[in-house]
């Protein structure tokens, strides 16, 4: 019997293959022999996109989620105890139906705990067919809180960190570094199809939430 494990190794074995990546893993899925692959087999990136949702116990079981903020953060340090420098990446939803102000200062916290590389945020839209749909009305957050506090979510960033990329171009060139975000970077044309180390930093022309940077 195989696992993902197991593929994970095979698929890396592949030649020409540099990098090996995939998305959006359950955090009940990652296994020691999972863990073991990702530190191993130099082809997988040093990435882990580990949806999050909330930082609520109480709200990811109204959200059937199936694990606790605690199981949440005994994945992560299994994660990054065996992969130093691994980038994580998440995703959150904010207002779903009954978050109280409790319950999203507890998300608040674990991304202040966890300190993740990126995350998707998004304010809650009912879809038909879902559970949230049979909740009572009365659960609904208001648009105004739900834009605060969404705003409050947005307000962390990372900065003033460095990454290994693969360079192309496309009038800048650009790099894809193992956590997935595109990079616009000012370099030589000799560096397409290399590997380069950049560096994040702020520039105010760009705005707050916009990053460049120069390879190294």
């Given at each position: 019997?195989?696992?993902?494990?197991?593929?994970?190794?095979?698929?890396?074995?592949?030649?020409?293959?540099?990098?090996?990546?995939y998305?959006?893993?359950?955090?009940?899925?990652?296994?020691?022999?999972?863990i073991?692959?990702?530190?191993?087999?130099?082809?997988?990136?040093?990435?882990?996109?580990?949806?999050?949702?909330?930082?609520?116990?109480?709200?990811?079981?109204?959200?059937?989620?199936?694990?606790?903020?605690?199981?949440?953060?005994?994945?992560?340090?299994?994660?990054?105890?065996?992969?130093p420098?691994?980038?994580?990446?998440?995703?959150?939803?904010?207002?779903?139906?009954?978050?109280?102000?409790?319950?999203?200062?507890?998300?608040?916290?674990?991304?202040?705990?966890?300190?993740f590389?990126?995350a998707?945020?998004?304010?809650?839209?009912?879809?038909?067919?879902?559970?949230?749909?049979?909740?009572?009305?009365?659960?609904?957050?208001?648009?105004?809180?739900?834009?605060?506090?969404?705003?409050?979510?947005?307000?962390?960033?990372?900065?003033?960190?460095?990454?290994?990329?693969?360079?192309?171009?496309?009038?800048?060139?650009?790099?894809?570094?193992?956590?997935?975000?595109?990079?616009?970077?000012?370099?030589?044309?000799?560096?397409?199809?290399?590997?380069?180390?950049?560096?994040?930093?702020?520039?105010?022309?760009l705005?707050?939430?916009?990053?460049r940077?120069?390879?190294?």
């Open positions: 019997t195989h696992d993902f494990a197991d593929l994970l190794r095979a698929v890396s074995a592949v030649d020409g293959i540099r990098r090996v990546r998305t959006s893993p359950h955090p009940n899925d990652f296994s020691d022999r999972v073991a692959a990702m530190a191993e087999v130099p082809e997988v990136c040093e990435h882990v996109h580990l949806p999050m949702q909330s930082g609520s116990t109480s709200m990811l079981k109204r959200m059937l989620r199936r694990y606790t903020r605690e199981e949440y953060l005994d994945c992560v340090a299994r994660l990054r105890a065996a992969i420098g691994l980038a994580l990446t998440t995703d959150i939803i904010v207002g779903f139906p009954g978050e109280t102000d409790e319950e999203f200062e507890e998300t608040l916290s674990l991304c202040r705990e966890v300190r590389n990126d998707f945020m998004f304010k809650f839209s009912m879809r038909e067919g879902t559970p949230a749909t049979r909740m009572p009305p009365e659960w609904t957050v208001p648009d105004a809180v739900v834009t605060e506090r969404f705003d409050r979510l947005l307000a962390t960033n990372t900065i003033g960190t460095c990454t290994v990329l693969l360079l192309a171009v496309i009038g800048f060139l650009t790099g894809r570094p193992e956590f997935l975000d595109l990079a616009l970077v000012y370099g030589l044309l000799n560096l397409v199809g290399t590997v380069a180390v950049l560096k994040f930093f702020h520039d105010r022309k705005g707050e939430q916009r990053r940077g120069e390879a190294t």
